[in-house]
């Protein structure tokens, strides 16, 4: 668990929002980076999320806090998360990508270090702002969201080493590859509940007969 968690991974963590590409370059050839920390602040997102729905001012929120589910919002996070890197995985597989799933998990999950501290500075900063200051509040997870997104796309290039416009075109592959996924997942659950109602009709039938 220490080579994992160790205090060097977890500097390096916050190492990667002020140096991007250098942080990303030293993980993918010099496994400089954590997954179970990259999955630890994808986790805290949700939290970060969670708790900016209940805990934001009226003034810039609208979401009735009883609607709100963590656990529901975690449990969907978590599978985007991985949907994205298997999906980005499988892509980069097919176009000489020299990333591992490894590296592209370590690499999306850096990217939410800005949004969870940015989110949670506007959640404090939307306490104490007027409705016509409602604009800083949306600066601060603007710019947390931007930067965050801006961190993901140059990990999956510099891990890829990828030229910009190979980056894009992956990511967009990347979603095309996200919704083949969901489908064959709903196709697989949807044939096993049909083997499984077909056994039921024979059981039932065996049982009614005798």
């Keep these: 668990m220490k080579k994992y968690f160790s205090g060097d991974k977890w500097k390096y963590a916050f190492y990667t929002v002020s140096h991007p590409m250098d942080a ?3 993980i993918r050839h010099r496994d400089r980076g954590s997954v179970p920390i990259a999955i630890i602040f994808v986790i805290l ?9 209940i805990g934001a001012s ?11 589910n963590a656990a529901t919002e975690l449990v969907a996070v978590l ?3 991985a949907l994205f890197c298997i999906g980005n995985w499988s892509i980069t597989c097919l176009m000489q990508g020299e990333g591992r799933l ?5 690499a999306i999950g850096y990217g939410f270090i800005p949004m969870i501290v940015c989110i949670n500075i506007g959640t404090i900063v939307s306490q104490a702002v007027a409705k016509d200051e409602a604009a800083f509040y ?3 997870c603007g710019i947390g969201i931007a930067y965050g997104l801006v961190m993901m796309f140059m990990g999956i290039m510099t891990v890829h080493n990828y030229t910009l416009g190979k ?25 096993i509940n049909q083997v499984f109602s077909f056994f039921r009709s024979i059981y039932q ?4 007969r005798t």
């Design 167 to 191: 980056a894009i075109l992956t990511v967009i592959l990347t979603f095309v590859a996200m919704l083949i996924i969901i489908f064959l997942v709903l196709l697989f659950i949807d044939l």
């Design 79 to 81: 599978m985007l998360y």
């Design 45 to 53: 997102f949700s939290f970060t999320f969670s708790i900016n729905r």
């Design 58 to 68: 009226f003034v810039v929120n609208d979401t009735d806090p009883s609607t709100v």
């Design 205 to 208: 039938e065996l049982i009614y």
């Design 24 to 26: 990303y370059y030293e």
């Design 138 to 140: 949306y600066l601060i």
């Design 102 to 106: 490894k590296d592209i998990t370590i």
